[in-house]
């Protein structure tokens, strides 16, 4: 595997926008970006190359939020504050009311959702979302229509 510095400057975007796909919060995103890279070097020995280093990266990563996750449980509801500048994706779906989405988004299955998550506020394109989960960028494609016409379909009832 190359230094963790070059690892660093040639993945800290990736991760950092991975978690920040994930969590919608900057300053979170940055902190457990470097969680994640503190992880990474306690953890390099282990590295066998038998995937990418971004996937083990946002491998990492997903385990650190977890981590956090579990020690500050969410409890209080999204506000209007917390959204993001709005991708292509989201000013599509821009029609639709914002909180409502995001709420709806909430409900739809794991994948489904951490795909939506990725496109709409972590603004990844699909084949960085088919590579962090493991899949191929037409998966993530095909995930992201169907969400986003199941989506449509439940805010238009």
Not at 107 to 120: F, K, Q, S, T
Not at 135 to 144: D, I
Request: some cysteine.
């Amino acid at each position: 595997m190359q230094p963790m510095e070059d690892v660093y400057r040639d993945y800290a975007q990736t991760v950092y926008r991975y978690l920040l796909g994930l969590t919608r919060d900057e300053d979170l995103a940055e902190e457990l970006t470097q969680e994640t890279f503190y992880q990474a070097i306690r953890s390099s020995g282990r590295f066998d190359g038998s995937c990418r280093v971004s996937t083990w990266l946002c491998a990492i990563a997903k385990r650190v939020l977890l981590t956090y996750r579990r020690k500050h449980p969410v409890t209080e509801e999204l506000d209007e504050d917390s959204a993001l500048t709005p991708s292509a994706e989201s000013r599509a779906l821009d029609g639709l009311n914002r909180m409502e989405l995001i709420r709806r988004m909430h409900g739809l299955p794991d994948a489904a959702r951490e795909v939506m998550y990725l496109r709409v506020f972590g603004e990844l394109s699909f084949a960085e979302i088919g590579e962090i989960c493991g899949k191929s960028e037409n998966w993530a494609r095909v995930t992201f229509y169907r969400a986003k016409e199941r989506l449509k379909k439940e805010m238009t009832l």
